[in-house]
């Protein structure tokens, strides 16, 4: 179950009524440009500025928190959101945005109070709804949480997202075979972004035995999201001779000399990580096609990552780091960055660098928070980090803030890492 609160803000601001308005003031309409591109420290900075001068400006507030929220200021964002709310207390955007900044804190009674406020002042307040939805859910409250979906189940406001949270609910009370209707109808219109919709239907269909179904559903989310450990991890669980023989179908489907460099990198991944009695010679194949990739283009971040992660994966750490920083300066977009350093991080592990993997699995944490869909599996490798350190605490805490983005993620990561896992309960 994904989830996107911070990197909906962007969506929310313009697509809820507060757009950049032709005649408004130029320090505004600079400001809001800002926010639209992203560049929310800036945005920020210049939101203080509208303040300042403009105290009573309640619009100049509710920006001012939501860009403070997207660099992840929390308690000045609430305070922000606050002024604003002052001013005008029948805000929805006001109350939604204060609800998701309480939620991110884990303040789930105070967050539920405001985003029911907003629901109740707007009800097109769609994604106030899904993030009480979300409460619901953390307090295994599932009759509750598909309840709260029922007004939109019907509507052309209902998404992937929200279908991944009624499917959630539904696996949770048993009713698998709906749960599985629910997604994929998700994942055939992909209107969010991500590889959890995929994930999450291809993991119901293997509950089902469904397997060649869970197969194609995992090939196409790696069409969309080539890099998703997820959907690696689940294709390659599914019983050998099928992955095996879809593997073998596509290296000998296409002459080698016509392979596409996105090709190279899906079956690259693939046989990194497959068992060798069942393709001999994976390892050395893989190598091959992902090297082959990254010369092919040189300028491709994505290729330049993968095959910085194969030399890793196969103990040249030293190499791996080489290339992974290279794949940095290629300008990679956020979701990318996030792996980057993720991989960078384990690479420095591995050669004894604890600072410099702590630096990096840091930078990897604050650019999966800015995304616009963040990447459990990344942030659970931190944790995995914090663990072997013994910090356990710091662990803990993580895995918090990752349960919120994804719940199903969390708790195969919990059964998986058993027994060191056993203390942490988000």
Not at 204 to 228: F, H, M, W
Not at 271 to 278: F, G, K, M, P, Y
Request: with cysteine.
């Amino acid at each position: 179950m994904g989830n996107a609160i911070r990197g909906l803000t962007c969506s929310f601001l313009f697509a809820s009524g507060i757009v950049i308005a032709t005649g408004a003031p130029d320090a505004m309409r600079d400001a809001d440009l800002m926010f639209r591109a992203g560049k929310y420290v800036e945005a920020a900075t210049a939101y203080e500025g509208l303040v300042s001068g403009q105290p009573a400006c309640a619009e100049c507030w509710l920006r001012l928190g939501l860009s403070r929220f997207e660099i992840g200021k929390t308690k000045e964002a609430e305070t922000a959101l606050r002024k604003h709310l002052d001013l005008e207390p029948s805000s929805a955007e006001g109350r939604t945005g204060l609800g998701r900044v309480l939620f991110e804190e884990a303040r789930y009674p105070e967050a539920a109070k405001e985003l029911e406020a907003a629901f109740k002042l707007d009800r097109t307040e769609v994604d106030a709804l899904k993030t009480l939805v979300r409460i619901r859910l953390i307090e295994k409250d599932y009759e509750g949480a598909l309840a709260l979906l029922t007004p939109i189940a019907q509507s052309p406001a209902v998404d992937s997202e929200a279908r991944m949270l009624s499917a959630y609910a539904l696996e949770k009370q048993g009713n698998l075979e709906r749960a599985v209707r629910i997604l994929e109808r998700g994942i055939a219109i992909v209107t969010w972004g991500g590889d959890a919709p995929f994930a999450a239907a291809a993991r119901a269909r293997v509950k089902l035995g469904d397997y060649e179904r869970a197969a194609t559903i995992c090939e196409r989310g790696l069409d969309i999201e080539p890099n998703s450990e997820r959907l690696d991890r689940i294709y390659l669980s599914l019983p050998i001779d099928l992955v095996a023989g879809k593997i073998k179908g596509r290296l000998s489907g296409t002459p080698d000399e016509s392979r596409s460099v996105a090709e190279r990198i899906f079956l690259g991944r693939l046989l990194t990580s497959i068992d060798e009695r069942a393709i001999p010679s994976a390892r050395e194949i893989a190598g091959r096609l992902l090297m082959e990739a990254a010369a092919r283009e040189p300028a491709n971040a994505s290729a330049q990552f993968n095959a910085g992660r194969f030399l890793r994966l196969t103990g040249r750490l030293t190499e791996s780091r080489a290339t992974l920083q290279k794949a940095l300066t290629l300008d990679p977009d956020e979701s990318l960055r996030v792996v980057i350093y993720s991989q960078l991080a384990q690479a420095e592990a591995g050669l004894g660098a604890a600072a410099e993997a702590e630096k990096d699995f840091r930078a990897s944490l604050d650019w999966n928070r800015r995304a616009s869909t963040q990447n459990p599996d990344a942030a659970l490798e931190y944790v995995s980090f914090l663990l072997r350190q013994s910090r356990e605490t710091e662990a803990k805490q993580l895995l918090n803030v990752i349960s919120r983005w994804d719940l199903g993620a969390v708790e195969e990561f919990l059964a998986v890492n058993q027994p060191a896992t056993k203390s942490l309960n988000p």
